[in-house]
């Protein structure tokens, strides 16, 4: 009976690590927020570079005064131009749902050409933390098949 309850154990514990990756939310430039950047494009790719995108995410814009939002192609986000959609009203929020790099400019104006532009790269280690996914579930299993031929 106690193995059974042992194994037991062991599944709920491997079944709450490997299911228990939730979606993270990022905002856009952190306390900066979604503004021309006063240092240029730097401070937008800066942000971006410091974080890990993952499938499911949720990316943030959040601004005051006269901005917007877009979601575009690479050569819209290089040459700042759009005919997506809009989005107007902040907060906006969009979910990443694939493993492809997205691209967001605002389209007020001269503000994408002064930097108010980010470029998500989405999966960066994801690979890292599949790994040590699979790895502590091959060392959890190990664990058991070595208690179980001691009890």
């Known amino acids: 009976m106690r193995r059974v309850q042992f194994i037991g154990c062991l ?12 979606a993270d939310t990022h905002v856009v430039g952190d306390s900066l927020g979604w503004t021309t950047p006063p240092g240029g ?3 937008y790719s800066t942000w971006a570079n410091r974080q890990d995108f993952q499938i499911g995410d949720v990316i943030v814009f959040n601004w005051t005064g006269n901005h917007n ?4 192609s690479r050569a ?7 005919t997506n959609p809009v989005q107007t009203t902040s907060p906006a929020n969009f979910t990443l749902t694939s493993n492809e ?3 967001y400019i605002c389209t007020v104006s001269s503000h994408c ?14 690979a890292a933390s599949s790994l040590t996914t699979s790895a502590f579930s091959a060392l959890l299993v190990a664990m058991a098949i070595s208690f179980l031929t001691y009890m």
């Open 76 to 82: 819209d986000f290089d040459n700042c131009t759009t």
């Open 11 to 22: 599944v709920v514990i491997a079944a709450l690590l490997v299911g228990g990756s939730t």
């Open 101 to 103: 790099t997205t691209y």
């Open 69 to 72: 939002v877009a979601q575009v």
């Open 113 to 126: 050409y002064v930097g108010q532009k980010v470029e998500i790269r989405i999966g960066g280690s994801s």
């Open 41 to 43: 494009p730097i401070a």
